[in-house]
């Protein structure tokens, strides 16, 4: 049942089913072979499921099984489902281990099929981790073991993930002839699914109009949901947008990254989903639905900040910026962007943080008096204190806000000002009454802190040089 129900992909709920029935089986009837068979199984069909994690707990107890009973050939196998349940969980390091070992114990046993498996597991987890040359090497191996074998579907797609790996080692026009190999064997075979994966692979890197591209997506998109290739149905509609968006159609990218993004959030591949989600948000944002497109960025900037990717939670901030901007939202923008610039400070970003600040109306960077502004900006930093109920982004606003009004930007030290008020607002109505009264504090500390540190003999030199005209 497992294999027939994963042939048509749309199935995977109930080839897990399947196989965790074998397992409950094999455990009720006390045989530990067809348990560790049976975990093996289970393991290669819930990734599909967005169970990532329970797949390699699975593979890894097959492995413990084979182990304990000495039992080689179950072992390779479970050593190469442990690598693909551990590339999937993004753990590309073990799974090189898992691939490794699995393909080692492979030819000792000279399965042709364990080492099949195993050179195409560890292919793909060694182009996840860009290590092109080693991954060649394997490929090279991997498409000239399947010929030998008579595999011609194996070997077509070993040619496919060969052509993948020259084209990211910038060799395209081997990468074409490669796409090209793969798509007669399987026109020669009648296959018309992987012709049309073959075809995508193909048109990413061959050179033809927008137009053309948009023509053969569409075909690729509808032949991938008449065979429920879900997978495939995602990269192609996602190619389907970006050719849409440069031709203009915005409202049409819209709705074919929206489909792509239901995929990707059915199969839980969350790394694939950002990305999905950022043009998303810009196509909607182009296209006039700012509300809708805020909506969007919240989602990307929640589902980076709970992967712990910080640098990209920053970027979409600052895309939601934009976009909240556009939408008339001036204070919300504002402090997004703020919010933004904190974790670059945090991340020691330099580059993107001074770029977040001149987007905020401080130029620290490739202007007139760029250095003085940061050099100020960075000393209020340094003498607002750290724990106070405003956080990070409340340091940030008054720093702004101060620099703003010293060097005349009076619309500008208004909006973080705004901003400033909006969030201690947002604070007391949260239950923190102390937040005016801290804020009161923080600007008498600030005070404090520049007459501590000022020169006024020198002050006024400096005055009196900026008021004298220069000479040549």
Known sequence: MRPFLLSRRSYATDAATVAQLAVDCAREIGHPCCEATALNHLSQVLPDCGRVEEAVQAASMSLDISRTRGDRMRQASALTSLGTSLQRAERYEDAVK???EGLTLSRELGDQN????????????LNGTQRYDEALDVLHESVGHFAAAGDWHAEGLQLMRLGDTLFAMKRSPEAVETFRRALVLYQERGDEHHQAIALQHLWSV????????????QRLVAVCHKVCDRALESVALYALGNKLKQLGRYEEAVTAYRQAAAIHEER??????????????TALRTAGRCTEAAEVHEREIELARARGERHREAEA??????????????TEAVTARARAVGIYREQNDTWCEGRALG????????APRADRNKTGYTWLLDNLPPNNPLGEEGRILVAL?????????????FWAWATLTRTILRLVDEGQSQAPGHYVQVLKQLMKASLHNAHPVQAFIDWRNRLRRRTT
């Open 268 to 281: 839980d591949e969350e790394r694939l989903l950002l990305t999905v989600l950022n043009d998303l948000g």
């Open 206 to 217: 061959s050179d033809m109009s927008a137009q053309e591209a948009v023509d053969n997506y």
């Open 401 to 413: 806000m101060v620099m703003h009004a010293r060097t005349g930007h009076v619309i500008a030290a």
């Open 359 to 366: 987007d905020l109306g401080l130029p620290v960077r490739d």
């Open 114 to 125: 364990c080492i099949g498996k195993a050179l195409m597991g560890l292919a793909d987890t």
């Open 317 to 330: 901030l600052e895309r939601m910026s934009t976009t909240l901007r556009q939408g008339r939202r001036r």
């Open 98 to 100: 898992a691939h490794t």
